[in-house]
T-cell receptor
C-alpha cells in the first residue's frame, strides 16, 4: 500500500512569509496527525483529526498556525506569518483509528531565513 | 502529564556488538509502548510495540519487554549491523485515555564496520 505522502520535502522561506504543507494519508485511515520535530528532539503533536473534525488542537499555536482537512482525506497545515523559531521538520501521520499504530510520512523540513 | 525518558546519545558501536537503549516512562493508566526508528532524511517507522505488562515486542532482531514494575521498555539487539545506524525513539500512548503519542528525545546510534 502507498504510505503517507507529504509535500514539499524541503521549504526555505524568509521570516514573516506564509508557508503551507500538504499531507495525503494512507487510504482508509480516518485519523490524521500533524507533528513538529525540532532538531535533536522527538516529535510533538500539533493537531489530530478524526475524519474532518479536529479533536485535539490544544498544542497548535493558533495565532499563526492553522490546519484543515475539509473532506476527511488530505490535509494542509499553514503558518502565517512564519517566525525563525518555526524552523523544524513537520511530520504527518495517519492511522486507521485513534488507537491504532501511526504511520508517518517523510516530513517537510522548513528553514526560516 | 505523560513523559518518556531515554538514554542520551549518541551511541557508537562496532558491528556485531550488543545494543541496549534504555527507556523509562511516566504515565497514568495503562499505556501502550513503542519504539520508532528514523533513518536519515526519512520519517519515523514503527519498529515494535507492546500493549500490556510483560508483553515482548520484537522485529528485525530488536526486542523490548514492557516492565510495569520498573516502568521501562528497554530496546535490545544481540548483534547490530551498519544498516541499524539511525535515531531510535521510545514512545507511549493511551496513558491517560489519550491516543496521543508522547516521544522521548531520541537516541542516535552509529554502527561502524
Amino acid at each position: 500500500e502507498a504510505g503517507v505522502v507529504q509535500s514539499p520535502r524541503y521549504k526555505i522561506i524568509e521570516k514573516k512569509q506564509p508557508v503551507a504543507f500538504w499531507c495525503n494519508p494512507i487510504s482508509g485511515h480516518n485519523t490524521l496527525y500533524w507533528y513538529r520535530q525540532n532538531l535533536g528532539q522527538g516529535p510533538e503533536l500539533l493537531i489530530r483529526y478524526e475524519n474532518e473534525e479536529a479533536v485535539d488542537d490544544s498544542q497548535l499555536p493558533k495565532d499563526r498556525f492553522s490546519a484543515e482537512r475539509l473532506k476527511g482525506v488530505d490535509s494542509t497545515l499553514k503558518i502565517q506569518p512564519a517566525e525563525l523559531g518555526d524552523s523544524a521538520v513537520y511530520l504527518c501521520a495517519s492511522s486507521l483509528s485513534g488507537n491504532q499504530p501511526q504511520h508517518f510520512g517523510d516530513g517537510t523540513r522548513l528553514s526560516i531565513l | 502529564g505523560d513523559s518518556v525518558t531515554q538514554m542520551e546519545g549518541p551511541v557508537t558501536l562496532s558491528e556485531e556488538a550488543f545494543l541496549t537503549i534504555n527507556c523509562t516512562y511516566t504515565a497514568t493508566g495503562y499505556p501502550s509502548l513503542f519504539w520508532y526508528v528514523q533513518y536519515p532524511g526519512e520519517g519515523l517507522q514503527l519498529l515494535l510495540k507492546a500493549t500490556k505488562a510483560d508483553d515482548k515486542g520484537s522485529n528485525k532482531g530488536f526486542e523490548a519487554t514492557y516492565r510495569k514494575e520498573t516502568t521501562s521498555f528497554h530496546l535490545e539487539k544481540g548483534s547490530v549491523q551498519v544498516s541499524d545506524s539511525a535515531v531510535y525513539f521510545c514512545a507511549l500512548s493511551g496513558g491517560a485515555g489519550s491516543y496521543q503519542l508522547t516521544f522521548g528525545k531520541g537516541t542516535k546510534l552509529s554502527v561502524i564496520p
